[in-house]
């Protein structure tokens, strides 16, 4: 009689529908599985593994307002378009920026950079020594494109310094105050959870009416020049909070000083490596 109510009690749990011991258990046995797959979602969220950002649905929400900066250190080694700057070693530069970015991706910063070397062999080198500045006041902004681009529009105004002195025959030039505005972008390409390749573009028309020392007496004339600057490099990243994280790079970079050299048409390149630390949003 058993066998026939427990068939009977299966029979009505087929037709109504209702769970059996088996699916009740496949059921938790889902259920654990789910839990253990968001646990370890939020482990690596914690950690900052993850790919994701875990407000994606709305983006500008993950953001936090706060401080950016960044450290670095390139060796650049200058060159001149008509063999002036001879004999010359890659120099360590420095460049540093801090700056503010707000919830919205638009923020400031103030970035300074300076190059300053000597040749090894100032008897046989037109420029001895050699010297160039630039301090930069902008507004910035981020932006996506797509899923896996992202970057930083900036622009804003600089102020810049030229200094060189000749070995052979003497004198030299000096651009103590230069100003002129600057705009530059940043395009950034997820490769993979951490690691992202980019491009930097910046550039910038500088004007100067400082005096022009070349022998004695000084000449005095109007200067207009151009800065270009370009890194192609690779960067880690390790997410802090939401958007926050911080970085470590390193590119390749080439600074390009046209029209400022011999206080005429004659340019400056600096050619090198970069490699940098910092926080951004």
Do not use: H
């Not at 496949?26 to 407000?55: I, K, N, T």
């Not at 638009?106 to 050699?130: H, Q």
């Not at 951490?194 to 000449?219: C, E, H, K, L, Q």
């Amino acid at each position: 009689m058993r066998w026939f109510t427990t068939t009977w009690c299966l029979l009505m749990a087929a037709v109504l529908g209702l769970p059996t011991v088996n699916a009740t258990e496949a059921q938790f046995a889902s259920l654990s599985e789910r839990l253990a797959e968001v646990e370890a979602e939020l482990a690596r969220y914690r950690s900052g593994d993850s790919c994701e950002v875990p407000c994606e649905e709305d983006y500008t929400e993950c953001r936090t307002p706060g401080l950016v900066a960044g450290f670095e250190l390139a060796l650049l080694r200058a060159r001149q378009s008509e063999g002036g700057a001879l004999d010359y070693d890659a120099e360590a530069t420095p460049r540093i920026w801090l700056g503010w970015q707000g919830s919205g991706g638009m923020g400031f910063r103030v970035r300074w950079f300076e190059f300053d070397a000597t040749s090894n062999n100032p008897a046989t080198s037109f420029i001895d020594d050699l010297n160039m500045m630039t301090l930069d006041l902008e507004l910035t902004d981020t932006f996506t494109l797509g899923s896996k681009w992202e970057g930083l529009f900036s622009g804003g105004f600089r102020f810049a310094q030229y200094r060189e002195q000749y070995g052979l025959g003497g004198g030299g030039l000096d651009y103590d105050e230069s100003y002129g505005l600057v705009l530059g972008v940043e395009l950034y390409r997820q490769v993979t959870c951490n690691w992202y390749v980019f491009g930097i573009a910046r550039g910038s028309v500088m004007m100067t009416d400082d005096s022009i020392a070349v022998g004695t007496p000084p000449t005095f004339a109007d200067g207009t020049f151009f800065i270009t600057e370009l890194q192609l490099g690779a960067e880690y990243r390790r997410v802090l909070s939401g958007t926050t994280y911080l970085f470590g790079r390193a590119a390749v970079e080439t600074d390009y000083w046209s029209g400022v050299s011999f206080g005429d048409t004659e340019d400056i390149s600096l050619m090198g490596v970069a490699f940098s630390v910092g926080l951004a949003r």
